[in-house]
């Protein structure tokens, strides 16, 4: 099985805007999240230290900035914690996962329909 990457709400908010940068300095990630969160420079900047540490990001130097790029792509993220919530909520049973979600959430005629898309795409796949 692949590597887990299960990150928390502030580094999946971090790595949100290196995926749309494809690198940032602390400052900028800083000045990204600042509207919504109100984080000082330094917590931004300790939590991409902890991120290198994990593997998720790296960095490079240019003068004394670091400058941070993500070392895993958002798929396998989504991949990772979807994979991860599907085994401790629902162990492992996917249908059941679907279920709940048709269940408790709202869905609209568009969003039905482009699941019946998928859900077909899926079975010529398999044939």
Same mark, same amino acid.
């Given at each position: 099985?692949?590597?887990?990457?299960?990150?928390?709400?502030?580094?999946?908010?971090?790595?949100? #805007?290196?995926?749309? =940068?494809? !690198?940032?300095?602390?400052?900028?990630?800083?000045?990204?999240?600042? %509207?919504?969160?109100?984080?000082? %420079?330094?917590?931004?900047?300790?939590?991409?230290?902890?991120? +290198?540490?994990?593997? #998720?990001?790296?960095?490079?130097?240019?003068?004394?900035?670091?400058?941070?790029? %993500?070392? #895993?792509?958002?798929?396998?993220?989504?991949?990772?914690?979807?994979?991860? $919530?599907?085994?401790?909520?629902?162990?492992?049973?996917?249908?059941?996962?679907?279920?709940? $979600? $048709?269940? +408790?959430?709202?869905? =609209? %005629?568009? !969003?039905?329909?482009?699941?019946?898309?998928?859900?077909?795409?899926? !079975?010529? !796949?398999?044939?």
């Amino acid at each position: 099985m692949s590597k887990t990457h299960t990150l928390a709400d502030l580094q999946l908010a971090i790595m949100r #805007v290196l995926w749309a =940068n494809q !690198e940032a300095t602390v400052a900028q990630v800083h000045e990204a999240l600042l %509207p919504d969160r109100g984080l000082a %420079p330094t917590t931004v900047a300790t939590m991409l230290v902890k991120m +290198e540490k994990k593997g #998720v990001v790296r960095h490079h130097s240019e003068g004394r900035r670091f400058v941070y790029s %993500p070392n #895993v792509t958002e798929r396998e993220v989504k991949r990772s914690m979807v994979g991860e $919530l599907t085994e401790r909520l629902f162990a492992g049973d996917v249908t059941a996962l679907v279920s709940h $979600l $048709l269940v +408790e959430h709202e869905t =609209n %005629p568009a !969003e039905i329909e482009e699941l019946k898309r998928l859900i077909a795409e899926s !079975e010529n !796949e398999e044939r």
